[in-house]
């Protein structure tokens, strides 16, 4: 059975990004924020051992926590939801009487001219701006219900932010310690990038019938702080984190990704193409897509003891335009692709990576 949970910081977080960190070698430690959702994974697998270390030693022979799937990931502020805000949408200034007013206005999907077009992708298609004036939100969000509005081509108008407006940037400052002597070690001081988070919390959504009871508190980042854990079950909250998939018709769709994404290909997945491909029986095509940068993907293996493998993800809010050769296949599209993981690497799927909601396209 699916559950939901709120995770609530009590104090400073801080989550590591993909790249190494030796003290003596380097004296500041980069962070990530919003954190990827293998983070919030780890730290539910961690709580489930946690209740029976025995659990933890039987691992390589029977490891039920390997049934956990991350289904939802996502903000909330106070009885609002919040999701990373689709790529394709920017921001446009406008000057008042009243002074500047910012809104958000949809990328427009058209046919570019062969001869004076320049792209590494063979494709027909690209998204431009109808004006000059305008900027990214950086860590933009934007509210569930405007995002649902998004996806059924219905909005007017969005309450969003960025969630640089959330969190406030703590920095501390250490030094490496000799374990024998108990002193401090020349030449090992170093910086850490520690967050704030001013009333923002995540909503996690997962599977795993084993965790029977869901713990009052657990440990989360690279420093181990403790976040208060409590479960979501209020239908009007949840019908905010997990929508129906808008009505769609005609041959033209977009996927947007809710969480960062693992591709074999790098940037999209490797079924898509500028050419009609098969993929789980229908027919698709790339038409366009708006993607970010690129976010790298590490961490730590407990059980042996070494560094995962680097990999870069697709980040959250990376939106693809497709068209189906079928019209017909459209009433196939929530089943292959409204809240489910498109991330291909196997693992990365029941850790809530690629996450995904079809909307329409005008």
Known sequence: MSKTIELEALDTLFFRDGKPFTMGEDSWAEGIFPPLPSVI????????????IVRFKTIKTKDDSALLKITSYCYKYGSRIYFPMPLDLIEVVHQTNKGPRKELRLLKLNIHDKENFTSSVPTSHFLESDTNNYDVVENGIINSLDLANYLAVNMSSADYHSLND????????????????RTANDGQLYRVG??????????VGFDFEQLDSIPAMIRLGGEGKAVQCQSIESKKVLQKICFQMPSTSGKRFKLYLATPALFTDGWKPSWMTTDYSEHKGIKIRLLAAAVGKAVPVGGFDMQKKEPKAMRKAVPAGSVYYLELENETDNKRLEQLFHQESISEIAESQKQGFGITFVGGVS
Not at 41 to 52: K, P, Q, V
């Open 194 to 203: 520690l967050q704030r988070l001013d009333q923002l919390s995540f909503a």
């Open 166 to 181: 959330f969190t406030f940037s703590e920095p501390k400052v250490g030094i490496g310690m000799n374990n024998d002597t």
């Open 41 to 52: 994974y780890g730290a539910l697998r961690t709580a489930y051992f946690s209740e029976d």
